[in-house]
Each structure stands twice: as structure tokens, then as C-alpha cells.
């Protein structure tokens, strides 16, 4: 028996459709209690803040989002007793909105982007609420080094990674998971993905996306930018139609974020795929233990095989009143 919601932080690792001589596995986040990766940062930020005496239950906090930060958040305020003010820009998704305040959060929105979201939040913690910080407190990378890269490290058992891709929005993700798998595999490639349209690391000037989750228009601190050895972008439709094939057609059923991702993992598995190699077959759908090759591969087949693991963050749930899955 768990002790609290909160313990059941964690999500398994799955092969998607990989290309003939490679892997694509993912995290499926989706699986977090709060649906989404933000379960994690928003844990430790917590966590963190009460070992250092800057918060303690019955506080006001206080946290600018374009939702799933503000919904994990939500969810370990409720679990933990803080009142919580969650600032948002009013484009984002009804889902987000509903499910925060769900969990008892205070939903401000506001008429633009992150930046002036942040601004808001800033307005409310000098009028005495407590501020976080996602973008440049470390215990939001340190969250994903601890938990996302420790548990990739153990799923992959036997196997070496050979990319990680990942998104970026406060950075923490790719950061914290980078720095752990780099610890084990010290040749892996780190590659980062950003909206065609707002390709800050790209072009060094923000844009105009509607991607929610990923490229704020603006680089974080928490972004540690020596780990990424290159930048991919990705166009909004291109990600929402990955979306939909992983849905109907391996029945994964995640947002726009992800399918971005999703689509950049299979560019890299087909460049460094080895079609001489017999990997192991995509899912079939069909649990069958005596057809699945073993991880250790016995005659180094899987083993060999490359792998590109990567990141789904949340589930498609909360993005059905944009018209996604239309």
C-alpha cells in the first residue's frame, strides 16, 4: 500500500514503431498521477522549498504555466495543504484549465504569452504569495535526474542508449535526464526539440506557436545547453498528425508536444539504424513473453541494436477541445 498519491510518481518505458535496425522507446508520462512529467518537478520544487524553510502547508504559492506544471502542482498542493494561484496564458487548453481547478487551484489567465505570465506571477508573489520559479529553481532538473534518468537507466537494463530526445520548455526534462543517462552512457547523443515557428536555441529570436508545453519563446535557466549536442525543430501540424497516428495506430494517446518528439526520435533511430541487425520487432499489440526477445539478448542481437529512447509527456486527454483528435 502507498502511503500518499505522491508515491506513485513513475512511468514505464515503451517501444513504439521503430525503423528495421533501431529502437524508439519512450516514457510514457501519462502514467504520473497528475498525468504529465510536471508531476515530478513540481514534487521536488515543493519538497525542496520545505526542507529550506521557505514554505510550510497553509502558505499561498504562486506559479505562471501553460498548464502542466500548474496541473502537478495543483495535485501535490492538494495532497500536501498549500493554497495555490496558478497563472496562465488563456490560449491553453480547457482541459488544462478545468483540471487544475479540480485539484482546488486558483486559475488567473492572462492575455498573452509565458513572458507576460510570468510577469503576473511576479505581481502576486510581491503582493506576498511564494513563487517557485519552474524556470530557474534547480530542483526541477535535479527532480528528472533523480527519478526520469534513474529510472530510464534501470528499464534499459543491459542495453546502450545511444540518443535521447527530448523537448524543451522550462528545460528541466532534458537537462536533469540528460545529465543522469550521460553519467551511464557517456557517448550518447542529446538532441532537443523546439516548434518550427518559435525555434529560440535555433534562430536566438522567439516566434508565434500554438505547441503547448514546448518552446516558450525564451531560453530558461534551467536549460543546460553544453549537454544538447543538437537542435531539431519540428513544424505544429507535422506533430499533431504524429499524434494521431500514435493513437489509431499503436493506441498511445498523447499530446502535441510528444508527437513532436515521437517524430524526431524516428528521424535519428533511421540515421543511425544498422538494417543488418535483427532487432526486435515493433509491439504487436499482443502480450506473448515467449516471443519477445529477452533484454540481454543472449546472442548480443538486441544488445547491439541501437536505441533512442525519448519522452512523451503527457496524455492526449487534455488537448481534445483543440480539435487534435478531430
Not at 513540481?42 to 521557505?54: D, N, P, S, T, V
Not at 498548464?67 to 502537478?72: K, L, S, V
Not at 497516428?245 to 518528439?261: C, I, K, N, Y
Amino acid at each position: 500500500m502507498k502511503g500518499s498519491i505522491l508515491d506513485t510518481i513513475g512511468s514505464p518505458l515503451v517501444q513504439v514503431d521503430s525503423p528495421e535496425g533501431a529502437t524508439v522507446a519512450a516514457k510514457v508520462e501519462s502514467f504520473n498521477p497528475g498525468g504529465s512529467a510536471k508531476d515530478r518537478p513540481a514534487l521536488q520544487m515543493i519538497r525542496a522549498a520545505e526542507r529550506e524553510g521557505a514554505i510550510e502547508p497553509g502558505d499561498s504559492l504562486v506559479e505562471p504555466t501553460s498548464g502542466n506544471t500548474g496541473i502537478g502542482l495543483a495535485l501535490v498542493c492538494a495532497a500536501r495543504d498549500y493554497d495555490l494561484t496558478i497563472v496562465m496564458p488563456a490560449d491553453k487548453s480547457e482541459e488544462r484549465q478545468q483540471i487544475m481547478a479540480a485539484y482546488g487551484a486558483d486559475l488567473e489567465l492572462v492575455e498573452g504569452n509565458m513572458e507576460t505570465a510570468r510577469e503576473r506571477a511576479d505581481e502576486l508573489e510581491a503582493e506576498g504569495a511564494i513563487q517557485l520559479g519552474q524556470f530557474e529553481n534547480p530542483a526541477n532538473p535535479e527532480a528528472h535526474y533523480k527519478t526520469t534518468g534513474e529510472e530510464i537507466v534501470e528499464q534499459v537494463g543491459d542495453r546502450e542508449i545511444d540518443a535521447f530526445v527530448a523537448g524543451v520548455g522550462t528545460g528541466g526534462t532534458i537537462s536533469g535526464t540528460a545529465r543522469r543517462l550521460r553519467e551511464e552512457f557517456p557517448e550518447m547523443d542529446v538532441i532537443a526539440v523546439e516548434p518550427e515557428r518559435n525555434a529560440v536555441l535555433s534562430t536566438g529570436e522567439a516566434g508565434d506557436d500554438d505547441f503547448q508545453g514546448m518552446g516558450p519563446g525564451f531560453v530558461s535557466d534551467n536549460l543546460d545547453r553544453d549537454l544538447i549536442d543538437r537542435v531539431e525543430t519540428v513544424r505544429l501540424e507535422d506533430a499533431e498528425d504524429e499524434c494521431r497516428r500514435l493513437a489509431r495506430e499503436e493506441g498511445v494517446l498523447v499530446g502535441q508536444s510528444s508527437g513532436a518528439t515521437s517524430l524526431v526520435s524516428q528521424r535519428i533511430a533511421d540515421e543511425i539504424a544498422d538494417p543488418d541487425l535483427e532487432c526486435p520487432d515493433p509491439p504487436s499489440g499482443v502480450a506473448d513473453d515467449a516471443a519477445t526477445p529477452e533484454a540481454d539478448g543472449g546472442d548480443g542481437r538486441v544488445d547491439d541494436c541501437p536505441l533512442v529512447v525519448t519522452v512523451f509527456w503527457d496524455s492526449g486527454e487534455r488537448y481534445m477541445s483543440t480539435g487534435l483528435f478531430d
